[in-house]
């Protein structure tokens, strides 16, 4: 590709990047504040943590799995998401140790 060739696919990239995200700003701004649709949308931000959270997770084995579970728990017994986060690791790398 000649340098011209790039420089376009970028600034195109980049203006159409700009007006999907303006348009979202627009019509999310359109949205009536107790609809269904915008209900939902005040979910997503969880939603996707948890969608990009479960691939890693899985992908750790039972070691990753099992930190996972006692994060949650440690998460859901004191509420402090630093203990939550230290019990986990301190879980994974443990169950790791061990062969898991």
Not at 35 to 55: E, K
Not at 67 to 91: D, H, Y
Request: net charge neutral.
């Amino acid at each position: 590709m000649h340098d011209l060739e790039v420089l376009a696919a970028i600034l195109i990239l980049g203006v159409t990047c700009y007006a999907m995200r303006a348009g979202g700003y627009v019509l999310a701004g359109s949205l009536r504040d107790d609809g269904v649709v915008a209900r939902f949308l005040r979910l997503a931000p969880g939603n996707l943590f948890v969608a990009f959270i479960v691939g890693g997770c899985l992908s750790g084995g039972l070691a990753g799995l099992v930190g996972t579970l006692v994060a949650i728990a440690a998460m859901a017994i004191n509420n402090r998401e630093w203990a939550a986060l230290g019990a986990g690791f301190g879980a994974a790398l443990m169950a790791s140790a061990l062969g898991m």
